[in-house]
C-alpha cells in the first residue's frame, strides 16, 4: 500500500543518526545531547522507593498534585510567579511531548509559527503535523542575535505563535531582559500565543540570570514555558517535564494530552516531588556544567576549530571554516569517522540550506571524556 506520508521531507532525527555512527566507529560522542554520566544516586534511591512501594498504576491525568505543588514552589522561588498548580502545570513526558502537546492545543491549519532557526529539530515537525506553517527567522553567526524589528516584519493576520527557545540549543545563548520585553511589545493585544522552551533553565552562566518568560507576568497571559527533568537531573532517558501556563490555555493543552500520553509515570512523579524538597539539587548546576564548559574550552586551547562563546545549555558551537571547505554535514561525518569524535552539524536546525561551517559538540560529559577529545580536536 502507498501511504502520503505527513511529513515527507522528514527522515531520522540527526541526534539518532549521528548517535549510530559513532556507536559503528568507537567514536567519542559528543553529538546528540546527554551527560556520559549517572543521575544522582539519592534520586535513584527515591525513584526505586516508589516502584517498590508500589506506585505502578496511572498517577491524575495533569499529574501527581504533590509534584505541581513543589514545582509551584520552585517556580514561585525562582521567578516570583504565583501559580494555581491546580490547573496552571501539568506533568508530560518530556519537554517534546509538552512542546507537541501546546502545537497541536493551539494551532489550526494554515496558521503561521515563527520559529528562530537554527530551531531544535522537533517544532518544525509538530507544527506541520498540526496543519500549520513554520515561518523562519534565522540566526546567523557569530553572535546568533535576534533583531526583533526582523521577527515582527515576519508577524502577519495568520501568525499565531511564537516560539523561542533560552537558553538556546544548538547555539548556547541566552534571551536578555531587552529581549523579552520587545517580544511583549510585538504580542500583546494580539492573537499570538508564545511557547517558550527552557528546558535549560539551569545551565546558565557567569553569573547570568534566567530570563524565564514566567518573569514577565504581561507576556504570561498569552504563553506556556515548558521545562524537562532530563536536563536538571542529568537522566534524559526518564522522558518526564512539564508545562506551565494560565488556566485558559491549559485547559486546552490538557485536552490533548490526555489522548496523547493521558498520564506519565507515576513512581518517577512521587521520587522527583521528593526529591525538589532540597533546592540545592538544581541550584548547584550552573557552577557544576560552568566547570565543564570551561575545562573543555582550555581542553580545546590551540585548536584550529574556533569557538562561539557560549552563555547557556550543555553546548558548545565550533567554526570549522578554517579547517575545510567541506559541508557541516561532510565534516561531523568525517569527524566521527576519521577523528573518532562525533558532532551534530548546526545546518540540520535550519529549514534552508544554511550552512555556516558551524558543527555543535556537547560538553556533558566525565572530565577524561573531554580530556580525551580535546586531545583528538587538538590535531585536526
Ligand atoms: N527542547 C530542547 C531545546 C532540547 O534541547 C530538548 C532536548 N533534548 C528538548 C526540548 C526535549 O526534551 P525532552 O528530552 O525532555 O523531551
Ligand atoms: N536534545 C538533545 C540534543 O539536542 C537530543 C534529543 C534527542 O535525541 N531527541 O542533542
Redesign the pocket.
Known amino acids: 500500500m502507498q501511504i502520503k506520508s505527513k511529513l515527507p521531507s522528514v527522515g531520522t532525527?540527526i541526534?539518532?543518526v549521528m548517535?549510530n555512527l559513532s556507536n559503528k566507529h568507537g567514536a567519542i560522542n559528543l553529538?546528540?545531547?546527554?551527560p556520559n554520566f549517572d543521575c544522582p544516586e539519592p534520586l535513584k534511591e527515591k525513584v526505586n522507593f516508589y516502584l517498590q512501594q508500589g506506585k505502578n498504576q496511572y498517577a491524575p491525568m495533569p499529574g501527581l498534585p504533590i509534584l505541581r505543588e513543589r514545582i509551584a514552589n520552585k517556580i514561585a522561588d525562582q521567578y516570583h510567579y504565583t501559580l494555581n498548580p491546580e490547573t496552571e502545570i501539568t506533568i508530560t513526558a518530556g519537554a517534546?511531548q509538552a512542546l507537541f502537546t501546546a502545537i497541536n492545543a493551539y494551532i489550526h491549519p494554515g496558521d503561521e509559527v515563527i520559529l528562530i532557526e537554527p530551531a531544535?529539530?522537533?517544532y518544525s515537525p509538530s507544527v506541520k503535523l498540526a496543519g500549520g506553517i513554520p515561518i523562519p527567522y534565522l540566526l546567523k553567526k557569530p553572535d546568533y542575535r535576534v533583531d526583533w524589528n526582523l521577527l515582527k516584519s515576519l508577524v502577519s493576520a495568520k501568525t499565531k505563535m511564537i516560539i523561542i527557545n533560552t537558553p538556546h540549543?544548538?547555539v548556547g545563548k541566552i534571551l536578555k531582559a531587552n529581549d523579552l520585553i520587545q517580544l511583549q511589545e510585538i504580542t500583546q493585544n494580539s492573537e499570538i500565543i508564545v511557547l517558550s522552551d527552557e528546558?535549560y533553565e539551569h545551565l546558565i552562566y557567569d553569573q547570568q540570570e534566567h530570563q524565564s518568560i514566567l518573569r514577565y507576568p504581561d507576556l504570561m497571559t498569552h504563553s506556556i514555558a515548558v521545562y524537562s527533568f532530563g536536563k536538571t537531573f542529568h537522566n534524559?532517558g526518564w522522558k518526564i517535564g512539564y508545562a506551565v501556563g494560565p488556566e485558559y490555555l491549559m485547559k486546552e493543552f490538557r485536552k490533548v494530552h490526555q489522548f496523547n500520553v493521558f498520564t506519565v509515570n507515576s513512581f518517577v512523579q512521587y521520587g522527583i516531588a521528593d526529591y525538589l524538597q532540597d533546592p540545592s539539587t538544581y541550584l548547584s548546576l550552573p557552577a557544576f556544567y560552568q566547570q565543564k564548559r570551561d575545562f573543555f574550552q582550555s581542553c580545546m586551547e590551540g585548536s584550529r576549530l574556533k569557538p562561539i562563546p557560549c552563555e547557556g545549555t550543555y553546548?558548545q558551537l565550533f567554526d570549522f571554516s578554517t579547517i575545510s571547505n567541506e559541508s557541516d554535514f561532510e565534516f561531523a561525518q568525517r569527524m566521527t569517522t576519521e577523528f573518532g569524535v562525533a558532532a551534530?552539524p548546526v545546518s540540520v536546525f535550519y529549514s534552508e540550506a544554511i550552512d555556516e561551517q558551524m558543527i555543535?559538540l556537547?560538553f556533558a560529559k566525565t572530565d577524561d571524556t573531554l580530556e580525551k577529545a580535546g586531545d583528538i580536536l587538538r590535531k585536526i
Open positions: 532525527t541526534f539518532t548517535s553529538s546528540q545531547g546527554f517534546t531544535y529539530d522537533s540549543n544548538p528546558v534524559t553546548f551534530i555543535r556537547c
